[in-house]
């Protein structure tokens, strides 16, 4: 297992810093990234977040996938 998980339909609001607080409840949070439309720079509604270690980012999947966050139930896996 990749210690890198996908996070997907994340509000448009979604920031860079409030998808690693979220996170860092399940670990360290070494990296998150918010692809963005090169359009309109706003979110395309999707992320990757790398944790420190493969077993916190599966406590991260099992902990956030369905979880609501601003409004909508993220889908997390790797």
């Known amino acids: 297992m990749s210690n890198r998980i ?8 979604a920031t860079t810093e409030s998808i690693r607080e979220a996170f860092s409840e399940s670990g360290e949070v070494t990296d998150v990234h918010v692809v963005m439309d090169r359009a309109t720079g706003r979110s395309r509604g999707f992320a990757f977040v790398t944790m420190a270690t493969d077993e916190q980012a599966k406590a991260a999947i099992e902990r956030f996938d369905g979880q609501n966050f601003d409004g909508r139930p993220l889908r997390v896996n790797e």
């Open 6 to 13: 996908y996070v997907g339909n994340l509000p448009f609001t």
